[in-house]
């Protein structure tokens, strides 16, 4: 068996990395999807999908996450200012690709303030709609274990994929005009081990391991949440996007917008679909029939040429001389002759 | 009111004798947006379908494509609108379009003694003409609502959405004007050079826009240096 054959998706972000050096177990033959690609050779293997597990009830808010992806990820994002609020940066950034956001919500049940931190970031969906809607071939890329990449020497800077998600998550750097998100720390994974911000969350709230592990992780921590009085504490793996590889467990899950707004049910927008989809094909075919209707008409149709007679006409009528007169419909306007 | 005759038609007597239609300036600019819109439809549908990002090969790779697109189309727009102002009043509607329209299958078929009697342009070109400037404008709009480098900051995702499909669909329909607009220009022969060399022969004049001729005639505008 060769070494990529025995690749073992991590199972967890808490184990030590190997001191000798370890191979990347995943690259391009495990591509499921691949931007602007019809012709994707089928990958030859099913690599265990993984998913990163964010239980919001966790969080402490202390950005460890922020920092471990900074530094794993050699971002330098600006020294920001102080708005009078948690969120630092205030938004995500090409430099920042994941964001802890900050909401004070008073629950009209309890009339509890209580207090929401939400781990922003790319939620790596089964059907990204930023890889729908890139159209530079290779610039974006599923692998097989669900983890959706920019490969960036791919990458023109369209902004296509900021329509394209269903999440807001891209962003478009104004210096190498190029796209970037959370990677699911691809880099790691493919060598044995889990994500940054995972690795550095001190209350274990960020999880990582395989899809299937984190949601019987999942249904654990509900039910405690639940036995506490969270009567809709669930696991928001939304089904409008074919599931995420980033899913969240929120102690109000019945409505996931008052965690900064995140969407009750994303799907990628009809527009887009439309867009990438019927437009394409009638728009092609509405130019290709035309071309090749004037081409059919310019081979096999005479030519709409001057004859000797308009020719000759036209010398008399510039020369002064009488022509036929004007056909009768000629002025119906019953405007005079200039 | 529609404007019968534009300054600087008039006749060049010789053999054949001659009518002015765009003057050396007008002829330029036409040839500027024509290639521009030729420019911009390459690397656009570059964009618009994997099947075509090769394209993006003429511009010197995917990202010059996507710098240089939208400046072009600020090219377009200027050189078009500046077009547009000089030909508009000639390009009103009339009644006698109406007419030339319900005998669409005698244009096409080159039955020119069918049609009625004509003014500098005729429906077709008007057509063009308008659809044209509409159609552009709606580009420009859309395309700045889209343009990521300088007003993405200004533009909510979803109006981004509506812009980028309205552009692609106000693309291929300019496209698709652009394509009847060459064709009938090297179908209906003799009419490159009014483009070309700026004047169309009097036996052209008199086939395809006879009031036209007749009223150039009529005022007696000959070209004074002959």
């Known amino acids: ?338 | 009111m529609v404007e019968r005759i534009q300054p600087g038609d008039v006749i060049h007597p010789g053999k054949p004798s001659t009518v002015g239609r765009y003057g050396p300036l007008a002829r330029l600019n036409h040839w500027v947006t024509a290639a521009s819109l030729i420019l911009l439809a390459l690397s656009g549908l570059a964009l618009f379908t994997p099947s075509l990002y090769w394209l993006t090969g003429l511009f010197g790779g995917g990202q010059n494509t996507r710098a240089l697109h939208p400046w072009i189309g600020v090219l377009l727009f200027v050189s078009f609108f500046i077009f547009f102002f000089q030909l508009w009043r000639a390009n009103l509607p009339q009644r006698v379009d109406w007419v030339w329209l319900s005998k669409i299958k005698d244009v096409v078929g080159g039955h020119e003694e069918r049609l009625p009697e004509l003014g500098k342009y005729n429906a077709g070109q008007k057509f063009i003409f308008w659809s044209m400037a509409g159609l552009i404008l709606v580009l420009i709009v859309s395309g700045v609502l889209i343009w990521e480098q300088y007003f993405a900051d200004y533009v909510d995702i979803p109006v981004r959405r509506i812009a980028v499909i309205t552009h692609s669909i106000a693309a291929v329909l300019a496209i698709c004007v652009f394509i009847l607009h060459v064709y009938a220009g090297i179908w209906t022969r003799g009419t490159l050079r009014a483009m070309t060399r700026g004047d169309v022969t009097a036996g052209w004049a008199w086939r395809h826009h006879r009031k036209w001729l007749r009223d150039i005639a009529a005022q007696k505008r000959v070209d004074p240096a002959e």
């Not at chain 1, 995500?92 to 781990?119: G, S, Y």
């Open chain 1, 1 to 338: 068996m060769s070494g990529s054959t025995t690749y073992q998706s991590p199972r967890t972000a808490v184990s030590n990395p190997p001191v000798t050096p370890v191979a990347a177990g995943f690259g391009e033959a495990d591509l499921i999807r691949r931007s602007a690609t019809s012709d994707l050779p089928p990958p030859q293997r099913q690599l265990t999908p993984v998913a990163k597990l964010i239980d919001v009830s966790k969080c402490i808010g202390c950005k460890a996450c922020q920092s471990a992806c900074i530094e794993w990820n050699d971002t330098k994002p600006d020294i920001g200012s102080n708005h009078g609020i948690y969120d630092n940066p205030r938004d995500l950034t090409e430099n920042m690709f994941t964001l802890m956001r900050f909401t004070e919500w008073v629950n009209p049940e309890t009339d509890n303030l209580e207090w929401l931190i939400r781990k922003d970031g790319c939620m790596h969906c089964s059907d990204p709609g930023c890889l729908r809607a890139c159209p530079a071939p290779g610039a974006i890329v599923q692998y097989t274990n669900g983890i959706v990449d920019f490969i960036h020497e791919n990458c023109i800077g369209c902004g296509y994929c900021v329509k394209g998600c269903p999440f807001n998550i891209p962003r478009i750097s104004k210096a190498d005009h190029r796209s970037y998100k959370c990677t699911l720390c691809s880099d790691r994974v493919a060598v044995g081990q889990g994500p940054a911000c995972a690795k550095a969350c001190p209350t274990q709230a960020i999880v990582f391991g395989t899809k299937e592990d984190m949601k019987r992780h999942a249904e654990g921590r509900i039910a405690d949440l639940k036995s506490r009085g969270y009567a809709n504490a669930g696991l928001y793996d939304p089904p409008g996007v074919g599931g995420t590889h980033v899913m969240y467990v929120l102690h109000h899950n019945d409505k996931p917008n008052i965690y900064a707004g995140l969407p009750e049910n994303p799907r990628i927008s009809p527009i887009v679909q439309t867009w990438k989809g019927v437009t394409k094909y009638v728009g092609l075919a509405a130019m290709g029939f035309l071309a090749a209707g004037s081409l059919i008409h310019g081979v096999f149709a005479r030519p709409n040429r001057v004859t000797e007679e308009d020719d000759e006409h036209g010398e008399r009528l510039v020369e002064g001389k009488p022509v036929p007169p004007p056909k009768p419909e000629t002025y119906p306007d019953g405007g005079e002759r200039a």
